[in-house]
């Protein structure tokens, strides 16, 4: 079995990675890429960065990307396509400390210890979406470019919010437990059942992922308001972009509330009592950004008083949800354990844009997915 399953994995991965089987091809896949998840380049290129030079080794940790060793080696020598005549070192989770001292180009997963103790690091990728596990004060104040996974993972998440969104608004959540209890339940119990076009949805912090959501729920015929800490600026198919000072004035008018915020110390705890008295009576609440930033008792209170009808939580505080957490017993809410990024294309979207930011990077040229340190996303 075991032998027919890896078979079958290369053949899913053949007939995936198969339009790639030539550089031209692979760079078109990477330029269509870039174009449905809009990435942005950074404002500055990195020659004109004075600490930017091209490096000699860039050090990367497959296993961050994948856990298949024929994928890892697929994706390796798609790297060294771009890396022309920069060796591609591959490491592990743990740096030696003799590389430490000389990395200067880390793909990886970040961390506080190595990126304080690389003193000659120039550009950091960090395999994930969030950064708030590896940026601290100190971090934040060192000279090098930190690049995230931000937009890659768009589609999924909004899929999955998409899905949530349908299991609330149908009463699924009850009629699937009903269905387990062998239970003819022809009305969800305390769940309205309702239709979502013409609703109106506010996604908090309208970034990679949001504008994911925005997109797909405005195909179904919703409003979309949103908010973001930037700007107003936004997609057509998003009718309002408000900043961030703005959020309890357009929770009055949302039906369904879509929390995408990155953890930062202005948004931790930020979905409160206090928000959840502003959002219109009975909203639903789906939450993909990081479980620190709602508050899990003001929540189960909103919960149980009908002030939100239901609730799906891809991330929890704490996380992982311990099993005795009053969470779990609610009736009108969905868990699921922080997934929603999981994917089967999911692995190679993510490196197609990191293959692209290594051959920027190397060329000198503008990079996506740039962090601002000090803002922490």
């Given amino acids: 079995m075991k032998k027919i399953n890896k078979q079958l994995f290369?053949?899913?991965?053949?007939?995936?990675?198969?339009?790639?089987?030539?550089?031209?091809?692979?760079?078109?896949?990477?330029?269509?890429?870039?174009?449905?998840?809009?990435?942005?380049?950074?404002?500055?290129?990195?020659?004109?960065?004075?600490?930017?030079?091209?490096?000699?080794?860039v050090y990367i940790n497959i296993a961050r990307f994948s856990p298949d060793k024929e994928e890892q080696q697929m994706m390796i020598e798609a790297a060294r396509d771009v890396a022309g005549d920069v060796e591609i070192v591959p490491v592990g989770n743990n740096l030696d400390e003799d590389i430490v001292d000389k990395v200067e180009v880390l793909i990886s997963r970040c961390n506080v210890k190595d990126m304080l103790n690389a003193k000659n690091l120039l550009w950091l990728q960090h395999s994930a979406h969030g950064v708030d596990d590896c940026i601290t004060p100190e971090t934040a104040k060192k000279d090098?470019?930190?690049?995230?996974?931000?937009?890659?993972?768009?589609?999924?998440?909004?899929?999955?919010?998409?899905?949530?969104?349908?299991?609330?608004?149908?009463?699924l959540i009850q009629l699937h437990s009903a269905q387990i209890d062998q239970n003819w339940l022809r009305r969800a119990a305390g769940i309205p059942i309702i239709e979502i076009k013409g609703k109106t949805m506010l996604i908090v912090g309208l970034g990679g992922i949001g504008t994911e959501v925005a997109y797909r729920a405005n195909a179904l015929g919703i409003r979309v308001l949103a908010t973001r800490n930037s700007s107003r600026e936004g997609p057509d198919f998003v009718e309002y972009v408000g900043l961030s000072n703005e959020v309890y004035d357009l929770a009055k008018q949302a039906d369904f509330v879509i929390n995408t915020l990155p953890l930062t110390d202005d948004t931790r705890g930020m979905f409160d009592n206090r928000f959840f008295n502003a959002v219109k009576k009975g909203a639903y609440y789906i939450s993909v950004g990081r479980g620190e930033t709602t508050v899990s008792d003001d929540l189960i209170a909103a919960l149980k008083d009908g002030r939100l009808t239901a609730a799906g939580l891809d991330v929890t505080d704490p996380e992982p949800l311990p099993a005795d957490h009053e969470l779990w017993t609610l009736p009108n809410i969905i868990i699921t354990p922080h997934i929603a990024a999981m994917t089967d294309q999911g692995r190679w979207r993510l490196w197609l844009v990191v293959r692209e930011d290594l051959r920027r990077y190397i060329n000198g040229d503008k990079l996506f997915n740039v962090v601002d340190k000090e803002l922490g996303y």
């Fill in 10 to 57: 290369s053949i899913l991965i053949f007939s995936f990675f198969s339009t790639f089987t030539i550089a031209q091809d692979l760079d078109q896949q990477t330029l269509s890429l870039i174009e449905e998840l809009r990435l942005e380049e950074s404002d500055i290129a990195m020659r004109d960065l004075p600490r930017w030079k091209k490096p000699d080794k």
């Fill in 144 to 171: 090098f470019v930190l690049t995230n996974a931000q937009h890659t993972s768009g589609p999924p998440i909004s899929e999955h919010v998409i899905a949530m969104m349908m299991m609330m608004s149908r009463g």
